[in-house]
């Protein structure tokens, strides 16, 4: 069933918008969060697509920045409609501004291409490999585990929309060998991940190490990719010092060349099933 891609993407939209216009208009942040009564900081969110916007303010907003076709009036405040509404994430509770815009980008995605260097893809992992990781960083707190785990669930449908999302994977060897909860719960992960790479729409490939170095040793990384009418593609990096999304075109070029030699480093999808049926089997 075709899934509901939630305000995520309007938002950014609106807000990359709102932001060509303020600055023909040859306003500053400052001066428009001025005239709205508002903090300065409350227009760099609106504008980044962190948080949505009220149709008053947008109105006061359109008609200090001189926007008086009808047309363009609406199509903003369409975006502005979509981007107010829920998310179908929404149910699972309150979550980080990064996290849901990672899941909004993620529903509103045609194509993901991923490199993890250290675990099983969320979108990939099984439901007891996916319940040690998320209760790792949630060591007493029973319930927080089980309602980031039912997402991630959720978020797997995505590989069953109609349309499919894309999905495309390279894993360093490492995360094949990483025992993760016991032997049987790795072993059925890694069966679980040589079914998912026979279908049509998922790619894994796993990088051996037998390359040595290689550019993902840098961390994972995930890019987006949607319908050209839609959004240009964004990169999404998460470490301990917080989440990045980079959108410059100098940014997704090199990412997307770092990609393509990992590509080229990487085993052929065929031959990373036998590694990963080689492991599995050690663990039997």
Not at 178 to 183: C, I, L, N, V
Not at 207 to 226: A, D, Q, R, V
Not at 247 to 253: L, N
């Amino acid at each position: 069933m075709p899934r509901e891609t939630g305000p995520t993407i309007a938002r950014w939209q609106l807000g990359r918008q709102l932001k060509s216009l303020r600055e023909a208009a040859s306003m500053t942040q400052v001066q428009i969060a001025d005239v709205l009564g508002c903090s300065e900081s409350k227009i760099y969110k609106i504008e980044s697509g962190d948080v949505g916007i009220g149709r008053g303010d947008l109105l006061v907003m359109l008609d200090r920045y001189k926007v008086s076709d009808d047309g363009h009036r609406e199509a903003i405040l369409d975006l502005q409609q979509q981007g107010r509404q829920r998310g179908w994430w929404s149910r699972y509770g309150q979550l980080s501004n990064s996290y849901a815009t990672y899941v909004g980008l993620e529903a509103a995605a045609t194509t993901v291409r991923n490199f993890e260097l250290a675990v099983m893809p969320g979108l990939l992992q099984t439901e007891e490999y996916a319940r040690v990781i998320i209760s790792a960083s949630r060591p007493s707190n029973d319930a927080e585990t089980e309602r980031h785990l039912r997402l991630r669930m959720e978020r797997q449908k995505r590989l069953d929309d109609d349309p499919p999302l894309n999905y495309w994977t390279i894993l360093d060897e490492s995360v094949l060998h990483r025992e993760t909860g016991s032997r049987e719960v790795m072993r059925e992960q890694l069966r679980h991940l040589i079914e998912m790479s026979k279908r049509s729409n998922v790619t894994v490939q796993v990088l051996p190490y037998s390359e040595g170095w290689h550019p993902g040793t840098l961390g994972s990384f995930n890019i987006l990719e949607f319908p050209e009418d839609v959004h240009s593609p964004v990169v999404y990096t998460e470490t301990l010092a917080g989440d990045a999304y980079l959108e410059r075109q100098e940014e997704i070029g090199r990412v997307s060349l770092t990609y393509t030699h990992l590509h080229a480093a990487a085993l052929s999808a065929t031959k990373s099933r036998e590694l990963i049926a080689a492991v599995a089997r050690d663990l039997a």
